[in-house]
């Protein structure tokens, strides 16, 4: 006995030490990748030194030699990029690409089937001929930069550059200009949801028994100029009615995000006469999903036109929103109608041919094969139409709403082999005043943005993207698929630049983007009847309204804010018949919780605050709500309405055009009110936040359950590593206040914050140095950086890091130099 217990001793400790070393073997690999930022190194590319001097955020700041071209500034940027963020570069390039399952298997077939679909990265290669010369010199030099960092990783065996790489052997190609313009291309996927929000309207229109109810649950934007909308059904009467829905991609790096989750931002400027300080302000804090490491790398470069500082995003040599001496710049998702579905009719005697105004034409098609790790290789063949590609049935639930004989093709400004959106973007950070940014902003096509401008003495704002052009004819006016063989909805090519929405020193001296509706114009110059927000700008506008000047830290203080204007406008309606009703209930039972939780919500002044109890108890009733009013006539497509829309709660309760009707369940024999399911729902909600938190209503706490998810889109998973990867944070917000924290909707955790700010920006043009900047988590995309994460815990307090372009304060507190050297 005595022996076996010694050699289990034995065995135990040699796994212990097996376990120790295994640890420390990976720990040391992985270690090799983290970058020298204090170094000087001769690299092909540059004409003269280049230097990158390491702040103490560890924000670059790149400087070229007196008299040296911009071109070796671009190759500090690629340089500076590949250094931190290498394997997000290469994942996003493949992600254009189509070739993800080259590296991960059958998990992201699906990734790659849609995006061959799209064509995205063939499209990049031909835009790459229509680039401006300055553009092309800088993706060039760029691109130099990066490769040159490859070659530094190869030849100095520096760990495959990232650690991620020796989990996935993935091979990188030489960084070229057509993969930086394929990333700007797969940026606006990620922005883009009006094709989302046609195949839900369809569905939703061929569900409501009631054709009216549709404006109910689907509302327009506040304001003039809706436009009839005809049923589905009448534009397509095969089509079968499925209540189904297909099931959505899995993988985190399936571009094209859920309903609701496919962009926001808020920007705001002030001029001189509403500034305290007597210069322009200007604020941008665009959103996005939220990953680890963020999306967003913030840089400076000096530029022969002066210093540029701000967010970049690696893969693209350009300072998509931030500063430069003269000119500040933000961006806004402008919600632009920018898809439009065509539903095409096959030729029943030839499959290989469909109708178009002209008659009978054949689909344009191509062979593409995809690679697949550990499996056969998938043969696709894509078609094309006039209209666009030709997208299949059994993605995003689009067989539901095609007839039979029929598929479905899409129109897309982004589908473009002509693509200047990075010549833009480009020229814009070397604009000197608002006009002539507004100017060259022309050449933007996608993904169509509000870009928010201030200058030394000017405020401006231009929508900026390709606007489809539209037939006043058009059937369903963008809202719905359309016949793609009638010539009223096909596309006339692109709007007049003139047509965008622009202001320019609007006569308040204050403009702001929530993603809101901007103007109203009939069909077809309405710019969109979707938009992101109907309830932040409100609360913006009262801020904004409440001080006669402005400064930094009150546009810092907006940002911030917290408050819900949907919470203050909708408790009172919904609760109107539920306050301080019946008398005192005994201690544990549903009345006496029920009665708890409507005193809270009496006495909150409708802040999301991480601490505060009401916020959840508000969240969850409202979800509640929701589920009850539309279960009843929508039956399984209810889970396609993952967030409460406020508009459609406001016109149930208000009865606007008989919505009431909503809270009568239909299959029921007595006729429930509005005041039944509000009473009904709290409980729901309550019985909901007892399973998960317990039933003390008084010490919950929002942020538990509205954390902020910084997830790892390949690592999140997996069992340990995500402890390494991931980063989470208990967060206040929620989706309808300006500092928006966008909830997931689903799953057992549905108010987890997956949505947000992962830049914020505030800048003085009275005292340019004052400004200020922040990203979600840190610079390096690696995990053993202390860069992976530093900047997290400033971002959830609410706390920013200097923005300044004083070259001295930037080599003052530097962590270090890296000084790169002409190689011949």
């Known amino acids: 006995m005595a022996l076996l217990f010694r050699w289990l001793m034995r065995l135990t400790a040699t796994l212990i030490l097996l376990s120790l070393a295994a640890v420390v073997l990976a720990y040391y690999f992985a270690s090799q990748s983290l970058p020298d930022y204090d170094k000087t190194i001769a690299l092909p590319g540059p004409t003269a030194p280049v230097e990158i001097v390491r702040d103490n955020a560890n924000v670059p700041h790149i400087f070229s030699s007196i008299g040296a071209s911009d071109e070796d500034v671009f190759f500090g940027l690629g340089y500076a990029h590949a250094q931190d963020r290498l394997w997000q570069m290469a994942v996003m390039r493949r992600t254009a690409q189509g070739r993800l399952s080259e590296i991960f298997g059958t998990r992201t077939i699906e990734v790659d089937t849609f995006v061959r679909r799209l064509d995205l990265y063939r499209l990049a290669q031909q835009s790459v001929a229509v680039q401006t010369p300055e553009a092309m010199a800088a993706l060039t030099a760029y691109s130099a930069g990066v490769n040159a960092r490859l070659q530094e990783i190869n030849e100095e065996a520096l760990g495959r550059g990232a650690p991620e790489m ?63 909308l005809p049923e589905y059904a009448s534009l397509f009467p095969d089509v079968p009615r499925i209540a189904a829905s297909s099931p959505e991609p899995e993988s985190r790096l399936f571009p094209l995000a859920p309903r609701g989750l496919g962009g926001a931002s808020n920007a705001w400027a002030a001029d001189p006469s509403r500034s305290a300080t007597g210069g322009t302000l200007l604020a941008n804090d665009p959103h996005l999903g939220l990953s680890a490491p963020g999306i967003w790398y913030l840089a400076r470069m000096e530029l022969a036109t002066g210093g540029v500082i701000g967010g970049t995003i690696p893969g693209l040599p350009a300072v998509l929103t931030g500063r430069s001496n003269d000119l500040g710049w933000g961006i806004t998702s402008s919600y632009m109608d920018d898809q439009d579905l065509f539903i095409e009719k096959i030729n029943a005697e030839n499959p290989e041919e469909y109708l178009s105004p002209t008659g009978y034409t054949p689909f344009v098609t191509r062979r593409s094969i995809i690679n697949i790790k550990d499996a056969p290789p998938v043969t696709l063949t894509l078609r094309w139409t006039e209209n666009g590609p030709v997208l299949p049935g059994s993605m995003f639930s689009l067989a539901t709403i095609t007839p039979p004989g029929h598929v479905v093709s899409l129109g897309w400004t982004a589908l473009s082999g002509e693509d200047t959106s990075v010549s833009a973007a480009i020229a814009l950070m070397r604009s000197a005043s608002a006009r002539e940014a507004i100017r060259v902003a022309e050449d933007y096509i996608a993904p169509s943005q509000n870009l928010t401008l201030a200058d030394k003495e000017t405020i401006a704002l231009k929508t900026i993207g390709a606007i489809p052009q539209r037939d006043a004819r058009h059937q369903s006016k963008g809202r719905l698929p359309s016949q793609g063989w009638r ?102 039972s549903r009345e006496r919780q029920r009665h708890t939780a409507l005193t809270l919500l009496s006495e909150w002044n409708g802040e999301m605050n991480e601490h505060l109890p009401e916020p959840l108890i508000y969240a969850a009733w409202l979800r509640a709500l929701q589920a009850r009013l539309i279960t009843d006539d929508l039956g399984p497509l209810t889970e396609e309405y993952k967030h409460v829309d406020p508009l459609f709660i406001e016109r149930v309760y208000r009865d606007i055009d008989g919505a009431a009707a909503w809270c009568d369940v239909r299959q029921s024999a007595p006729r429930e009110t509005c005041t039944d399911m509000a009473r009904l729902a709290l409980d729901d909600a309550l019985i909901w936040i007892e399973e998960r938190y317990g039933t003390a209503l008084e010490s919950l706490r929002w942020g538990d359950a509205h954390q902020a998810t910084h997830d790892h889109e390949v690592l999140g998973e997996v069992p340990v590593l995500r402890f390494f990867v991931n980063i989470r944070q208990s967060t206040s917000g929620g989706d309808n206040t300006l500092q928006r924290g966008r909830t997931s909707g689903e799953g057992p955790m549905p108010f987890q914050n997956v949505h947000a700010a992962g830049f914020r920006g505030v800048y003085d043009f009275a005292d340019p140095d004052s400004s200020v900047f922040i990203t979600s988590t840190g610079q390096s995309g690696h995990f053993l950086s202390r860069h992976y994460d530093d900047m997290a815990q400033l971002w959830r307090r609410g706390e920013y890091i200097p923005m300044s372009l004083d070259e001295d304060l930037a080599r003052a507190a530097a962590i270090g130099v890296t000084r790169i050297l002409p190689r011949n």
């Open 166 to 228: 020796f989990l996935f052997n993935m091979p990188l190609a030489p960084w070229q200009p057509a993969d930086s313009i394929a990333i700007m291309k797969l940026m606006a996927l990620k922005l883009s949801g009006h094709m989302r929000e046609e195949i839900l309207r369809a569905r939703t229109s061929l569900a409501l028994a009631d054709p009216e109810r549709l404006f109910d649950i689907l509302p327009d934007a506040p304001g003039s100029g809706t436009a009839a």
């Open 487 to 588: 010539r009223e909805n096909i596309w006339k090519g692109r709007a007049p630049y003139a047509a965008n929405p622009e202001f320019i020193s609007p006569r308040g001296g204050i403009l702001g983007n929530t993603n809101n509706k901007l103007l109203d114009r009939p069909f077809p110059n309405h710019v969109s009847f979707d938009w992101g927000d109907t309830q932040r700008i409100n609360r913006w506008r009262r801020l904004m309204q409440n001080r006669e000047v402005h400064t930094r830290d009150s546009f810092i203080e907006a940002q911030l804010d917290t408050v819900s204007y949907s919470a203050r406008a909708l408790l009172p309606l919904i609760g109107a018949d539920l306050w301080f009703t019946g008398e005192a209930a005994p201690e544990g």
